[in-house]
């Protein structure tokens, strides 16, 4: 495991490489960020993040693993245009996503269905902490918000309780061009890490 944390470091340092090499001026608005010197500062899983030259941080805790390098490729892929919501997407409407969608319901959807109860009552700590809101009209569910793991990636969870008749479910979309900000396998592991943080803050 100590390898793989090596070579995961090794990507994020690499791809903020890239990145300060052929650095974008535009780079604090296309983010967005706040821009202090060579260093971005913004919203990210929940937490306030730093992006400089030598690493990313989360409330200041370097970041050498997945989210680390999510955040990089963020940085690296994201473009000028913003976000756009409605109509959500699922994963496996974007191109591409095949290789990934087992995975993305597992590791994305799945492991909310035990806690669906728990999470309906602490929605409104999950919203303010992933800079969500209220699902738009339309979307259905007993419950639904939006989340932005990523300052213009959102993320639309729908949940259905368990009733007589039918057991919990989840379903996670995504803002309609989510794949203009993030290659489609790094789409689904913001996925996953973005349901593992609402599982931390339930907990």
Do not use: W
């Amino acid at each position: 495991m100590e390898v793989m944390g090596d070579n995961y470091a090794k990507i994020v340092q690499g791809n903020l490489k890239r990145l300060y090499e052929s650095f974008p001026e535009d780079l604090e608005r296309t983010l967005p960020a706040e821009r202090n010197k060579d260093s971005f500062l913004f919203h990210a899983f929940g937490e306030k993040c730093e992006l400089r030259p030598g690493g990313i941080f989360l409330s200041h805790i370097q970041q050498t693993g997945v989210i680390g390098i999510l955040i990089s490729l963020y940085a690296l892929h994201t473009r000028p245009e913003p976000t756009i919501l409605a109509p959500l997407k699922a994963f496996k409407d974007f191109p591409n996503s095949m290789p990934y969608a087992g995975a993305f319901v597992t590791h994305t959807q799945q492991i909310l269905v035990p806690h669906v109860e728990r999470i309906e009552k602490t929605k409104d700590q999950i919203m303010a902490n992933l800079s969500g809101r209220k699902a738009p009209a339309g979307v259905e569910g007993d419950f639904s918000f939006i989340v932005y793991p990523l300052p213009k990636i959102a993320l639309g969870y729908i949940f259905y309780e368990a009733d007589d008749e039918f057991s919990a479910s989840v379903t996670c979309l995504y803002s309609n061009n989510a794949l203009s900000f993030l290659p489609i396998d790094a789409l689904a592991d913001v996925g996953e890490y973005t349901s593992r943080k609402i599982l931390d803050l339930i907990h």
